[in-house]
């Protein structure tokens, strides 16, 4: 992950901008799978088995 050292040497730079957009865009992809996984998982239409699974694979693409 990206880290911030100066502000003003980071606002000016689209790659670093680029960057940081991106990593926020696949956050929220991962958060978006999560919900869904949530919400197949309550509705019965996946198990515990699967989910956990799943949320392992995505714990994994997160870092």
Do not use: N
Request: hydrophobic residues 40%.
């Amino acid at each position: 992950m990206f880290v911030r050292t100066h502000a003003s040497q980071t606002d000016d730079d689209p790659t670093l901008q680029h960057v940081e957009q991106y990593a926020a865009l696949r956050l929220a992809a991962i958060d978006h799978k999560r919900s869904t996984m949530l919400r197949l998982r309550d509705e019965q239409r996946i198990d515990d088995t699967v989910f956990r699974r799943l949320q392992a694979a995505l714990d994994v693409e997160e870092m």
